[in-house]
């Protein structure tokens, strides 16, 4: 049961490097949902979708794209890479939008900016 | 604006019962979410609250009071394996997507 799956777990970028984190769900879910998480701080949401082909920003997309091509699969792309960038992202899946629907999460991807 | 206020730190120990707080400020608010998290995993759904009320899930508890802004995640006969940080989440009506707040590290003592 494979769940929400992110890939890579670690990696490092110089600054002005590019890279895409990816995130893929085997649930069926039509939502999915980008954060980072900086050390001791909540979750900060980046991009959310409500299904294929739609997405929309959420709190802190600056430095960020999102693609939603098919229902599995919801990549996250930096373009140049920045140090406000290192944090730990994740992504996370629902079926609705509703509160009482769990969002599951994948185990995440911690990027360093050098 | 929006915002979710909980203490940073709270300590407890082993069996005892404790409550994490969760204060917010938001208008049009629909519900309130507790996630944990340990150290170096990924955030895991606890409960939800709609209404006003408790609800309970086996030692955990959740709490919401609309007409105070506030809510708590309340732990019984706490365990070691209950260090976690816990965050609560809430979610304004009409909206696609919860916000987060900063998060209480628990820290379970013998």
């Known amino acids: 049961n494979a769940g929400v799956t992110q890939t890579p777990k670690f990696r490092i970028l110089k600054i002005g490097q590019s890279m895409t984190l990816q995130c893929t769900q085997d649930?069926?879910?039509?939502?999915m949902y980008w954060y980072r998480q900086d050390p001791g701080m909540g979750l900060k949401l980046i991009y959310y979708s409500v299904g294929a082909g739609i997405t929309d920003k959420g709190e802190v997309p600056n430095g960020y794209n999102v693609s939603r091509s098919t229902t599995e699969d919801f990549p996250l792309r930096l373009e140049l890479a920045a140090p406000s960038q290192t944090s730990v992202y994740f992504c996370?899946?629902?079926?609705?939008?509703?509160?009482?629907?769990?969002?599951?999460f994948g185990d995440g991807t911690r990027l360093s900016i050098l | 604006g929006q915002s979710l206020e909980q203490p940073s730190e709270v300590t407890a120990v082993e069996g005892a019962i404790v409550q994490i707080n969760c204060t917010y400020q938001t208008s049009g608010f629909y519900g309130l979410s507790w996630y944990q998290q340990h150290d170096g995993g990924a955030p895991t759904f606890l409960s939800y609250n709609a209404l006003d009320g408790l609800e309970e899930t086996g030692r955990f508890s959740s709490f919401l009071s609309r007409s105070d802004s506030y809510g708590y995640l309340l732990l019984q006969e706490l365990q070691m394996k209950d260090s976690a940080s816990y965050f609560c989440?809430?979610?304004?009506?009409?909206?696609?997507?919860?916000?987060f707040g900063t998060g209480t590290r628990l820290t379970v003592i013998p």
């Open positions: 649930m069926n879910h039509n939502y």
């Open positions: 989440a809430g979610k304004k009506t009409g909206a696609n997507n919860l916000f």
């Open positions: 996370a899946s629902s079926d609705r939008g509703e509160s009482n629907q769990p969002q599951h």
